[in-house]
């Protein structure tokens, strides 16, 4: 077991460019979400997906943010023409998805964004 | 609506003394609640849960915390603080009547606890 992962863990980038995050579960799991954090704030849940399905997304979750999961594995996160207001860290987490809502969330180190 | 609060934004205490890190919530259905811990620059770690069951739930590196439903809090808890417990604590709650919305979990702002030596 060697832990959610998630790369780049730090990302600069200006205004108007497009990023994109990779999150890499725990194996065997087959529930991913990602959530993003402000300073002084606690997570935000943005997406979810069980195994290659995006069953729910949050409305913080504009147009500019899409996510994928294509083989049930590895997840993206792609941010297009980045605002300053997209600065934050974004974490991703995994969990069995055995045990219904009381399912535990595993999460990664986060990659931290910034938007100059 | 879901919510958790965590009415202290940071907490003092000695090495050795108990320490307790507040959080209440309100669901519409049963409860299900977490506490995580997040080291600087680092993720959230997973440091217990409450399903069902008894009331008092016992997790990682000595910490528990007591579920009651009358006053809806959850309250963490340890014995005796280390100064390496010093850290960020985020309780979150997920609402069991939302059976088929198993995504998201609703977190506190956090809540920063110090100990000193």
């Known amino acids: 077991d060697t832990g959610v992962s998630q790369d780049p863990r730090h990302k600069i980038t200006k205004r108007g460019q497009n990023v994109t995050f990779r999150c890499d579960p725990i194996s065997e799991h087959n529930r991913l979400y990602w959530y993003r954090q402000t300073l002084g704030q606690g997570p935000e849940f943005l997406t979810y997906?069980?195994?290659?399905?995006?069953?729910?997304k949050s409305r913080l979750l504009s147009d500019r943010f899409s996510a994928e999961r294509p083989k049930g594995s590895f997840s993206t996160l792609e941010i297009q023409r980045t605002e300053q207001g997209d600065s934050a860290m974004y974490l991703c987490a995994s969990s069995l998805g055995l045990a219904g809502v009381g399912d535990t969330q595993y999460f990664g180190p986060g990659t931290r964004l910034t938007v100059l | 609506a879901q919510s958790v609060a965590q009415p202290e934004d940071q907490v003092n205490v000695a090495e050795g003394n108990p320490l307790t890190v507040k959080c209440t919530y309100s669901v519409s259905g049963n409860p299900y609640l977490f506490w995580y811990v997040q080291y600087p620059n680092r993720g959230l770690q997973f440091l217990l849960k409450y399903i069902t069951g008894d009331n008092l739930v016992k997790g990682s590196y000595g910490f528990e915390a007591e579920f009651n439903k009358s006053q809806t809090s959850f309250h963490l808890k340890k014995p005796s603080a280390l100064v390496s417990d010093s850290a960020l604590y985020f309780c979150?709650?997920?609402?069991?009547?939302?059976?088929?919305?198993?995504?998201?979990?609703?977190f506190g702002k956090g809540t920063k606890l110090s100990v000193k030596p």
């Open positions: 997906f069980q195994n290659e399905a995006q069953l729910e």
């Open positions: 979150a709650v997920r609402d069991g009547i939302y059976g088929g919305s198993q995504g998201n979990l609703i």
